[in-house]
């Protein structure tokens, strides 16, 4: 079904760009038709201006789609912008020419024009955050990189249909059958987004009472930060595109090469196509490597490479040179615009995102990559030189970066309540409330192992340290009972606020620390979670945790661990010592009194210490207690957390059952 929601959505997006590029492509042959005059030069600026108006509506259009978006849902809102973009284009396609109906032509014209880029400017960012929700974890960048695709895609289409009914041998009136064509294309868009299903991520905030009642107030209230890192993200993600697939191809090539306005167009279509092939390519890395780092790499390389590239491309009579230059430009600004959709969406809590992500790149595509190719035609004409419009590209690559160094994401927001400032780097981990260290923001193998179990566990789980209930909500969700526990009060509250109504009846919170605070039944629990949270205890106390876990499991019942390793990266320095303790028989080698010592820039919010294991330490506790083990592992979290990776042996999991 997801993939299916993802499709029809993508397949509307196609539709939808078409739209938009049949008003650029026939404005020649508008301009005569609705705006005669004896001038040509005057009814080509009078179409070009009602071109131009409905680029000035997409904020506009980002501002009441965004709150509508967060408001009635993303599905409602595509919807709309379905019907606001067809029926004008349909509109066009009918409509009477000036010499029939007077002014009334150019009017109607004008609004059409005007009602479509209203449309676009709430469309296309409810469709990446209707993607971004509905994808299949550890496939997220992938599904937006294809949505991005996908206009271009719409895009090449509406080029070629144009194309196709203005050849010679094509009667007068043949240019009307795209833009009829467009609004047939609107209703099929319309049928197919209409039997999708709205995002979960969304019905459940709707659901948990958590949709806000002014999302554009809120946003800058609690989002600012984010807001306007976002206009310089998606400025930075126009700024290549344009300069490259715009600018650079209309402006170097006919200069070097003497190429006719057909052969300009060629090459326009076939590195749109080189784009369709490379964004959905980047998307897939992302996935892998982690989108903040693949962005960030991209931005280096443009900052270091634009220059040299467009100095090439400046002084190349080989055409091949200059297309490979192009090309390689291509690839770097793909791998920037693929993952930033995802990552875009991520720094806005569900109630806010639609708003948060259409008006703040809204604002950056207009003011900053809307206007590149103006930018670089006028750096070209101040210098003379083509290599000075590259000077563009690095200024945008920079803004890109230090955006992306400042950017927070906000996973849980508490409408109509206290708001508490949660913040989560854009590598997936949260700081907790009360400072001490962090929680992973999404299920890594073994929580989702233990969600997996819980359903079908002989009694209630029990999620240690359960923080806003990364893997307790899921289990709640699959039908289990689920006890959550945490130090911390104010992050459970927050999970409750989460829970879905139906499920709150199986949820039971308990404050506390394990061991010493919290006790259960002997042979009372059916699973136990404890991710992220025994190294902070004292060799001593991970004994009795462990004894007390395996006592309150019933015969049959699992117990879930993961926990870090000296290998983690931020430990680094570390290491020398804990091997060498190791090699001495030290019974707690990775013990830490003091973290300040080895991770001073993040001392304040983390605990005084830690106590980091390895597989050899952990497998003899685990079975010494009686436990079974079933799958112990050491394994990565380089989608969630690029900062912290290592060799993929950062983290331990274990999987052990009590017979």
Request: aromatic share 10%; proline share 5%; net charge positive.
């Amino acid at each position: 079904m997801f993939k299916k929601n993802i499709l029809s959505i993508m397949m509307n997006n196609s539709f939808e760009y078409y739209q938009i590029i049949l008003f650029g492509f026939f404005l020649p042959l508008l301009s005569s038709i609705f705006f005669p005059s004896s001038n040509p030069n005057i009814s080509l600026m009078a179409s070009l201006l009602a071109f131009a108006s409905g680029y000035l509506l997409n904020p506009f259009g980002g501002i009441v789609f965004g709150y509508l978006g967060d408001k009635i849902g993303r599905k409602s809102t595509i919807i709309l912008s379905i019907i606001l973009s067809a029926l004008p284009t349909f509109i066009i396609g009918i409509l009477p020419s000036y010499e029939r109906i007077g002014i009334i032509a150019p009017i109607v014209l004008i609004a059409c024009r005007l009602l479509q880029g209203f449309s676009v400017g709430g469309q296309a960012y409810s469709s990446v955050v209707f993607v971004a929700e509905q994808a299949q974890k550890g496939k997220i960048n992938f599904a937006c990189s294809f949505l991005a695709a996908s206009s271009l895609v719409g895009a090449l289409l509406g080029t070629s249909v144009g194309a196709l009914c203005t050849m010679d041998i094509m009667p007068k009136w043949c240019w009307r059958i795209p833009f009829i064509l467009g609004g047939i294309l609107g209703l099929i868009g319309y049928w197919a987004v209409r039997k999708t299903e709205e995002t979960l991520d969304y019905e459940t905030a709707k659901e948990t009472q958590q949709l806000s009642d002014n999302p554009i107030r809120d946003v800058i209230r609690y989002s600012l930060k984010n807001f306007l890192c976002t206009i310089g993200i998606a400025g930075a993600t126009l700024i290549p595109f344009y300069m490259i697939s715009v600018f650079a191809i209309n402006s170097s090539i006919p200069l070097n090469f003497n190429f006719s306005i057909s052969q300009i167009m060629l090459t326009n279509a076939f590195f749109m196509a080189m784009w369709i092939l490379f964004l959905p390519l980047m998307g897939m890395v992302a996935d892998r490597k982690g989108s903040a780092l693949v962005m960030k790499i991209s931005t280096i390389s443009m900052l270091i490479l634009s220059f040299p590239l467009c100095w090439v491309i400046q002084l190349s009579y080989s055409l091949p040179l200059t297309l490979s230059c192009l090309a390689l430009l291509s690839l770097l600004g793909a791998g920037y615009v693929a993952p930033s959709g995802a990552l875009m969406a991520e720094f806005f809590p569900v109630a806010l995102r639609c708003s948060g992500l259409s008006i703040a790149s809204g604002l950056g595509s207009a003011l900053l990559g809307g206007t590149a190719p103006l930018i670089g035609n006028l750096l070209v004409q101040k210098t003379g030189q083509f290599s000075a419009s590259a000077f563009y590209i690095m200024a945008g690559s920079l803004m890109g970066y230090i955006a992306l160094r400042l950017a927070r994401a906000s996973p849980s927001y508490v409408a109509n309540d206290h708001q508490m400032d949660i913040d989560i780097p854009a590598d997936g981990l949260m700081v907790t409330l009360n400072k001490q260290g962090y929680m992973l923001s999404e299920l890594h193998e073994y929580s989702q192992a233990f969600v997996n179990f819980a359903p079908h566990a002989p009694g209630p789980v029990l999620d240690i340290g359960a923080s806003y209930g990364v893997a307790s909500i899921p289990a709640l969700k699959m039908g289990a009972k689920v006890i959550a526990n945490d130090i911390e009060s104010r992050h459970l509250e927050i999970l409750k606020k989460r829970v879905p109504t139906s499920c709150l009846g199986r949820l039971e919170l308990k404050v506390g620390k394990v061991p010493g605070e919290v006790n259960f039944a002997e042979n009372s629990l059916g699973a136990v979670l404890a991710s992220g949270v025994l190294h902070f205890v004292s060799g001593e106390e991970l004994i009795e945790a462990l004894n007390q876990i395996y006592k309150w499991l019933k015969p049959g019942g699992k117990f879930f661990l993961a926990t870090s390793t000296p290998y983690t990266k931020i430990f680094q320095n570390f290491l020398p010592y804990y091997i060498a303790r190791k090699k001495s028989g030290h019974p707690w080698p990775g013990f830490i009194e003091n973290t300040a010592d080895y991770i001073p820039s993040i001392a304040d919010m983390s605990p005084k210490s830690i106590n980091l294991l390895d597989k050899d330490i952990v497998e003899t506790l685990v079975t010494k207690v009686g436990f079974k083990i079933e799958r112990i592992s050491s394994f990565s979290i380089s989608k969630i957390a690029n900062d912290i990776n290592c060799e993929g042996n950062e983290i331990l999991g274990v999987i052990a059952i009590k017979a």
